[in-house]
């Protein structure tokens, strides 16, 4: 009779602390007077993070503006007969031996008056830096296509030059300049690629009130004869790195000062993050402890082991979902604060820190709509949905995946949508969406009727399944888990053993979905039919 006595005050306080658990922070509120913290702070830490986010989305784009700028500038000077506008994927080309040769010297020309020629704040590396011109070539051979006769060694070799800066303004660069080494075999050469670095400052920084950055090009322009078509293609590629300004000082206290307040907001983003880190924490050990109790309690009571479904119960995703976006605020804003302080520049790997854990938080804010019944069937609709909907992506990716590689293969040589994989992949997923359909029915080369008739196949094809049979299946499989959502609501969810346990303990409603409180200034207010309606 003891035993059964404590049986029954285990499972009434087991009961309590249940039912206390699953609701949302008003109910808690009205039930022991727990002011939600963790509410609180998830607003507070929206605005801020969304402040912060903002401000230095800003300062990245002083970056990336000046590193295009910068490029766009580089091939303006170094590139002759640069048009302003790229062809293709290289910038531009030459068909002519006296182009080629006349290109070469007239980087080497501008490398050497880069500082009476340039509007930019740029400069050699240092003293010791300089133009690096490097030849690729097959070895050895012989070429009389008038005969259809080849005779070469495809084996290549590489030969250098180094040009400083000082040297081209004397004498030992004109010997340079008309030896040997200049004297192109066009039928052996491969490419030449010419390799310099300079250095510039950016000034726009300050008018935003912050600290100049330094910035380092490393710049390569490579002369492209692979195909030896009678056509060199001209690529321009600039690596950069920003880098520490090493010896700067500005006269603006503004700019120290408003430093200093953007270091200090990112430190209380920093604390209000690590607090929000704490709770949610402490929100999850505590879900796995009473987790323990109940599996516990109902093997011992009911002899037999709680399923899967009520387990997952306790762990609540939102909370896994708010402690991987504090910490990557965490870190993003460390690495912000040694960014404005110069320290380090490591601004992609901020961006995607702070730009990540930005949407993880606002991303967060459905769990607090989800309080409303209203609102909450996206978040029910999408968790019922998402097993059946990758089972059928599985399969419609097996499709995809086919009809991508037969397109680069058949079509590849006939049509630039369809030159390599990734092209492919991503011209079938616009034709998927709808997009730019006609210019891909258009664009195919007709020199192959053959190839032509496969392509209209191929393409009517795709079309036809993926919009009209794949894409209608994949909205129905939706649609469904909808309906589906829809009746429960209406009719009730189903009972598992968990929500049976509970059932006769007190008036208030169990259940995250079942709850329809308000989530601002609803404390003061009881229960009503809101969770009737599912659509307005």
Same mark, same amino acid.
């Given at each position: 009779?003891?035993?059964?006595?404590?049986?029954?005050?285990?499972?009434?306080?087991?009961?309590?602390?249940?039912?206390?658990?699953?609701?949302?922070?008003?109910?808690?509120?009205?039930?022991?007077?727990?002011?939600?913290?963790?509410?609180?702070?998830?607003?507070?830490?929206?605005?801020?993070?969304?402040?912060?986010?903002?401000?230095?989305?800003?300062?990245?784009?002083?970056?990336?503006?000046?590193?295009?700028?910068?490029?766009?500038?580089?091939?303006?000077?170094?590139?002759?007969?640069?048009?302003?506008?790229?062809?293709?994927?290289?910038?531009?080309?030459?068909?002519?031996?006296?182009?080629?040769?006349?290109?070469?010297?007239?980087?080497?020309?501008?490398?050497?008056?880069?500082?009476?020629?340039?509007?930019?704040?740029?400069?050699?590396?240092?003293?010791?830096?300089?133009?690096?011109?490097?030849?690729?070539?097959?070895?050895?051979?012989?070429?009389?296509?008038?005969?259809?006769?080849?005779?070469?060694?495809?084996?290549?070799?590489?030969?250098?030059?180094?040009?400083?800066?000082?040297?081209?303004?004397?004498?030992?660069?004109?010997?340079?300049?008309?030896?040997?080494?200049?004297?192109?075999?066009?039928?052996? /050469?491969?490419?030449?690629?010419?390799? !310099?670095? &300079?250095?510039?400052?950016?000034?726009?920084?300050? #008018? =935003?009130?912050? @600290?100049?950055?330094?910035?380092?090009?490393?710049?390569?322009?490579?002369?492209?004869?692979?195909?030896?078509?009678?056509?060199?293609?001209?690529?321009?590629?600039?690596?950069?790195?920003?880098?520490?300004?090493?010896?700067?000082?500005?006269?603006?206290?503004?700019?120290?000062?408003?430093?200093?307040?953007?270091?200090?907001?990112?430190?209380?983003?920093?604390?209000?993050?690590?607090?929000?880190?704490?709770?949610?924490?402490?929100?999850?050990?505590?879900?796995?402890? /009473?987790?323990?109790?109940?599996?516990? !309690?109902? &093997?011992?009571?009911?002899?037999?082991?709680?399923? #899967? =479904?009520?387990? @997952?119960?306790?762990?609540?995703?939102?909370?896994?979902?708010?402690?991987?976006?504090?910490?990557?605020?965490?870190?993003?804003?460390?690495?912000?604060?040694?960014?404005?302080?110069?320290?380090?520049?490591?601004?992609?790997?901020?961006?995607?820190?702070?730009?990540?854990?930005?949407?993880?938080?606002?991303?967060?804010?459905?769990?607090?709509?989800?309080?409303?019944?209203?609102?909450?069937?996206?978040?029910?609709?999408?968790?019922?949905?998402?097993?059946?909907?990758?089972?059928?992506?599985?399969?419609?990716?097996?499709?995809?995946?086919?009809?991508?590689?037969?397109?680069?293969?058949?079509?590849?040589?006939?049509?630039?949508?369809?030159?390599?994989?990734?092209?492919?992949?991503?011209?079938?997923?616009?034709?998927?969406?709808?997009?730019?359909?006609?210019?891909?029915?258009?664009?195919?080369?007709?020199?192959?009727?053959?190839?032509?008739?496969?392509?209209?196949?191929?393409?009517?094809?795709?079309?036809?399944?993926?919009?009209?049979?794949?894409?209608?299946?994949?909205?129905?499989?939706?649609?469904?888990?909808?309906?589906?959502?829809?009746?429960?609501?209406?009719?009730?969810?189903?009972?598992?053993?968990?929500?049976?346990?509970?059932?006769?303990?007190?008036?208030?409603?169990?259940?995250?979905?079942?709850?329809?409180?308000?989530?601002?200034?609803?404390?003061?207010?009881?229960?009503?039919?809101?969770?009737?309606?599912?659509?307005?």
């Amino acid at each position: 009779m003891m035993a059964q006595s404590d049986l029954d005050l285990k499972e009434a306080a087991l009961k309590e602390d249940l039912k206390f658990y699953f609701m949302n922070p008003c109910e808690k509120y009205r039930a022991r007077r727990q002011i939600p913290w963790k509410l609180a702070l998830q607003i507070l830490k929206i605005l801020m993070v969304t402040t912060q986010l903002v401000f230095f989305g800003l300062s990245n784009q002083l970056v990336v503006s000046f590193k295009e700028e910068n490029t766009v500038a580089f091939k303006h000077l170094f590139l002759k007969g640069y048009s302003g506008v790229d062809e293709d994927d290289y910038s531009c080309s030459i068909y002519t031996q006296q182009d080629a040769y006349d290109s070469i010297f007239y980087v080497i020309n501008q490398y050497r008056q880069l500082k009476n020629v340039s509007l930019g704040t740029l400069g050699y590396e240092h003293e010791g830096s300089g133009l690096k011109i490097c030849k690729q070539q097959y070895k050895k051979g012989t070429m009389l296509p008038s005969n259809d006769s080849l005779n070469i060694d495809v084996s290549t070799e590489t030969e250098c030059m180094f040009l400083k800066p000082q040297e081209l303004a004397g004498k030992k660069a004109e010997l340079k300049l008309n030896s040997s080494f200049f004297s192109l075999e066009f039928y052996r /050469l491969i490419q030449v690629e010419i390799t !310099f670095k &300079l250095k510039g400052i950016a000034l726009q920084t300050i #008018h =935003a009130r912050e @600290l100049p950055d330094c910035y380092a090009f490393q710049n390569t322009i490579t002369f492209n004869n692979r195909a030896h078509s009678g056509k060199i293609k001209i690529y321009f590629d600039s690596d950069t790195d920003i880098q520490e300004c090493k010896d700067w000082h500005i006269v603006s206290p503004v700019l120290q000062k408003n430093t200093q307040y953007i270091l200090a907001f990112d430190g209380f983003v920093i604390l209000s993050c690590f607090a929000s880190l704490i709770l949610c924490t402490r929100s999850i050990v505590l879900a796995m402890k /009473l987790q323990k109790r109940f599996v516990n !309690f109902f &093997l011992e009571k009911y002899k037999r082991h709680v399923c #899967h =479904a009520d387990r @997952l119960e306790f762990i609540n995703g939102w909370y896994v979902l708010v402690i991987i976006s504090d910490v990557m605020t965490i870190i993003g804003s460390i690495l912000k604060m040694e960014i404005k302080a110069k320290n380090l520049t490591s601004y992609d790997v901020c961006s995607i820190l702070l730009g990540t854990s930005t949407l993880f938080v606002w991303v967060g804010v459905i769990r607090y709509l989800g309080y409303f019944q209203t609102y909450n069937v996206l978040i029910l609709t999408m968790q019922a949905s998402l097993p059946k909907v990758l089972r059928f992506c599985c399969c419609a990716g097996m499709i995809y995946l086919g009809y991508t590689f037969c397109g680069w293969i058949v079509l590849g040589p006939y049509h630039e949508k369809f030159e390599d994989l990734n092209t492919v992949a991503e011209c079938l997923f616009s034709l998927v969406n709808g997009d730019d359909m006609f210019a891909t029915f258009a664009q195919i080369q007709q020199k192959s009727m053959l190839v032509w008739m496969f392509s209209r196949l191929y393409l009517y094809s795709f079309i036809s399944l993926f919009i009209y049979m794949i894409l209608s299946l994949f909205i129905a499989l939706i649609t469904d888990s909808y309906d589906t959502i829809k009746k429960y609501q209406q009719n009730g969810f189903p009972v598992t053993d968990l929500h049976e346990f509970l059932k006769d303990h007190g008036s208030v409603g169990y259940g995250k979905e079942r709850t329809s409180m308000p989530l601002v200034c609803c404390c003061g207010r009881q229960q009503s039919d809101d969770n009737l309606i599912l659509i307005n």
